[in-house]
């Protein structure tokens, strides 16, 4: 199976901060990742796939980088509906696996 | 707009069968040749792919289960389900029901269901 190691697992930021989570791979997945916005008592949210592509309706302070091993999500202006725990996903072999997650708090 | 919706029973004993089942409506399950997966959610914790089913009954389950899992799809009825047998309490968990996308050669999970709790416990 496919690892993905998130990092940080939990990181403290003001509204208006840039936030970056890494997300890596133990094996080379190309752009077949994902990431997904959770909140408490919700199902998770997608807002990125294909590493770098917005999903429709996503706001545009999100983006994803990366490819082979590394990833990024970056929020560029962090809003206070963006506190949330964040997930990535791999989409290249099954089973298909989650990073650990990222839970963004509000300083 | 695609929404799914997960039921079945809320306790299970351990040993039994945990059996739930997802409704889909807005749209035909058959439709779009997609797949639809089941994911689930210890409390407190991470993501865990169980599996996925195509409507003609193609299936990929995650081998790191320890109960044993079957899906199965009556698109009669636009339902999905899931049977996890010889539950333990490590299987206790939000269970959600999802549907993977197709996106442009990428297949990411754009529809989720709510969820739903399920208790493994005597």
């Known amino acids: 199976d496919i690892q993905l190691t998130q990092s940080p697992s939990f990181l403290s930021a003001s509204v208006g901060d840039r936030v970056t989570i890494t997300c890596r791979a133990s094996?080379?997945?190309?752009?077949?990742l994902a990431w997904y916005q959770q909140k408490p008592g919700k199902a998770p949210n997608l807002l990125i796939y294909?590493?770098?592509s917005l999903q429709n309706g996503v706001p545009s302070r999100f983006s994803g980088s990366g490819s082979g091993t590394e990833f990024t999500l970056t929020i560029s202006s962090l809003q206070p509906e963006d506190f949330a725990t964040y997930y990535c996903?791999?989409?290249?072999?099954?089973?298909?696996?989650f990073g650990g997650g990222t839970k963004v708090e509000i300083k | 707009q695609v929404q799914l919706q997960e039921s079945g029973p809320g306790l299970v004993k351990p040993s039994q069968t945990l059996s739930l089942t997802c409704t889909v409506s807005?749209?035909?399950?058959?439709?779009?040749?997609?797949?639809w997966t089941w994911i689930r959610q210890p409390a407190g914790k991470g993501l865990e792919w169980i599996g996925r089913?195509?409507?003609?009954?193609?299936?990929n389950s995650n081998p790191s289960l320890k109960s044993p899992v079957t899906m199965s799809v009556d698109t009669s009825k636009n339902q999905f389900s899931l049977r996890l047998s010889s539950v333990t309490a490590a299987d206790t968990a939000v269970y959600f029901c999802?549907?993977?996308?197709?996106?442009?050669?990428?297949?990411?999970?754009?529809?989720w269901g709510q969820g739903t709790l399920v208790t493994v416990s005597a």
């Open positions: 999802a549907r993977e996308g197709r996106k442009n050669g990428y297949n990411p999970i754009d529809y």
């Open positions: 807005g749209g035909s399950i058959s439709s779009g040749n997609y797949y």
């Open positions: 089913i195509s409507t003609s009954g193609n299936t």
């Open positions: 094996q080379g997945i190309a752009s077949f």
């Open positions: 294909a590493a770098s």
């Open positions: 996903q791999q989409l290249n072999s099954y089973p298909l696996t």
